[in-house]
């Protein structure tokens, strides 16, 4: 389950089942929101957007679900993989804007 | 390269000392941003370059830190005067397009140099 750790989120899946990272954004204006994957050493990694004017996208095992009534994104990976572990951010903007406001992050744990 | 590339990966610093962290971005992204992460936390807004525009250096956290970028192209971040809490992930990323409607932000991330203040 879910549990706020001493810094980020934590969240630990069975390898083989579906994980669901939650996202809450802060602007209402924000018309595009990017999830990335960091992986330990490594710098963040785009693995999904979707504009304001869709309420689903899907990819390869991931699918990203935009609901702008509440401000929330989640990402949706399925048949979670050992190479999941990472931590995920969810980043949004505005088409105008240069700058992505960033989540805080929330680290998933596959457990064997 | 292929991809945004960071130098060096690992640098230890003595308190005080001045140290530059470099960025090559990908070629033609017109957009360089530097981030700092400190250990299990998010990402921290330092500086954005966009083409010949004067820089965005509103995330600097102090006067110690500076940033250029030369031709447009490689970035060097400076901290000078070194305290221990510098100490963190200096991430730089790249972006080939910035702004108008349909435009992607997406930015591309190099590894990081992990930044240690004795």
């Known amino acids: 389950g879910e549990s706020v750790g001493l810094h980020l989120p934590t969240l630990s899946v069975q390898e083989g089942d579906n994980s669901i990272i939650n996202c809450a954004y802060s602007n209402s204006a924000s018309d595009y929101f990017i999830w990335y994957k960091q992986e330990s050493g490594k710098g963040p990694q785009f693995i999904i957007d979707?504009?304001?004017n869709m309420d689903k996208r899907q990819g390869q095992r991931v699918t990203v679900l935009l609901n702008k009534t509440v401000k929330h994104l989640s990402l949706q990976i399925a048949a979670t993989q050992p190479g999941d572990s990472a931590v995920y951010f969810c980043a949004e903007t505005m088409d105008s804007n240069y700058q992505l406001i960033w989540g805080a992050g929330t680290k998933l744990i596959i457990k064997p | 390269g292929a991809g945004v590339s960071q130098s060096p990966s690992n640098k230890v610093t003595e308190k005080g000392k001045d140290v530059e962290l470099r960025c090559d971005p990908i070629?033609?992204?017109?957009?360089l941003y530097w981030y700092r992460q400190s250990l299990g936390q998010g990402l921290e807004f330092l500086i954005y370059f966009q083409g010949n525009s004067a820089p965005d250096k509103s995330g600097l956290p102090s006067d110690r830190f500076s940033a250029e970028r030369t031709g447009g192209s490689v970035s060097t971040l400076t901290i000078q005067r070194t305290q221990q809490e510098d100490s963190a992930v200096y991430l730089c990323?790249?972006?080939?397009?910035?702004?108008?409607?349909?435009?992607?932000?997406?930015?591309?991330f190099g590894a990081g140099t992990r930044l240690s203040v004795l």
């Open positions: 979707i504009r304001s």
């Open positions: 990323a790249s972006s080939p397009r910035i702004g108008g409607p349909g435009a992607k932000n997406i930015q591309y």
């Open positions: 070629s033609g992204h017109t957009a």
